[in-house]
Nanobody, 121 residues
Framework: QVQLVESGGGLVQPGGSLRLSCAAS????????MGWYRQAPGKERELVAT???????NYADSVKGRFSISRDNTKNTAYLQMNSLKPEDTALYYC???????????????WGKGTLVTVSS
């Protein structure tokens, strides 16, 4: 199994910044891609940003130019730098990893439990 632990959420004023971290642990052979998703109250979970092992990134249109995803492959950790935060960014942010475990043939998708980001004055 893979355990994903998110951190860095909290309360921030509009226009402020936060940096989320997601640390993966377990019997990991490789992590193909990592990503951040979010779910606001009453809404479905949506993609925020993803990053491949070779650091190719993809962003939702709503966060382009404000958020930046990165990863440290030596630490199996992904980061999400969030700048110019808006009230509509308020959500539970989930980390996702597509990984292959030692001894397994196929890759699987894993999720963290989420970290809450609240943007409010």
């Amino acid at each position: 199994q893979v355990q994903l632990v998110e951190s860095g959420g909290g309360l921030v004023q509009p226009g402020g910044s936060l940096r989320l971290s997601c640390a993966a642990s377990g019997s990991i052979l490789s992590i193909n891609a990592m990503g951040w998703y979010r779910q606001a109250p009453g809404k479905e979970r949506e993609l925020v940003a993803t990053i491949t092992y070779t650091s190719i990134t993809n962003y939702a249109d709503s966060v382009k130019g404000r958020f930046s995803i990165s990863r440290d492959n030596t630490k199996n950790t992904a980061y999400l730098q969030m700048n110019s935060l808006k009230p509509e960014d308020t959500a539970l942010y989930y980390c996702n990893a597509v990984a292959k475990l030692r001894g397994e043939l196929f890759i699987s998708s894993y999720w963290g439990k989420g970290t809450l980001v609240t943007v409010s004055s």
